[in-house]
């Protein structure tokens, strides 16, 4: 009889959110030189800390990484994606966000930009985020 062992992935949770302007584009930030998939074009987030929820992550990391400001109420959940990368699966639970405060603007060196729903498969994505553009493109 012969064993098979599964091989143990940890989970991490990553909170996204498309923040769509009046103009209904949606705003990409792209990963910087030194981070894992640099160069790649994502929606804003980041990862969920011990003890907060999704949508506090994003508040958070909506004003640190952007500038922007937001509420809770503000955050519609619209999807999420389940991908598997090499040492780790991600789970990734995608916001939808038209109301917020302030001017985007890459506070950590990051480039930003406004995107209509119809060119995002213009920009090279990661793997996770690839399967969420549908979603967006339907709800715009």
Do not use: N
């Amino acid at each position: 009889m012969t064993e098979t062992v599964a091989k143990q992935r940890r989970i991490l949770l990553v909170a996204a959110c498309a923040l769509v302007d009046a103009d209904g584009r949606i705003l990409l930030a792209q990963r910087p030189e030194g981070k894992q998939l640099a160069g790649l074009w994502e929606f804003p987030g980041g990862k969920v800390e011990p003890g907060e929820t999704p949508e506090e992550t994003l508040i958070r990391e909506l004003d640190e990484e952007l500038g922007i400001t937001t509420k809770i109420p503000c955050l519609a959940p619209l999807t999420f994606a389940s991908h598997t990368y090499d040492d780790f699966h991600l789970l990734m639970p995608l916001y939808v966000c038209r109301r917020f405060e302030g001017t985007a603007q890459g506070r950590e060196g990051q480039a930003i930009k406004w995107v209509r729903p119809k060119a995002l498969r213009d920009y090279p994505m990661p793997p996770a985020d690839e399967p969420l553009i549908p979603f967006l493109m339907d709800l715009l």
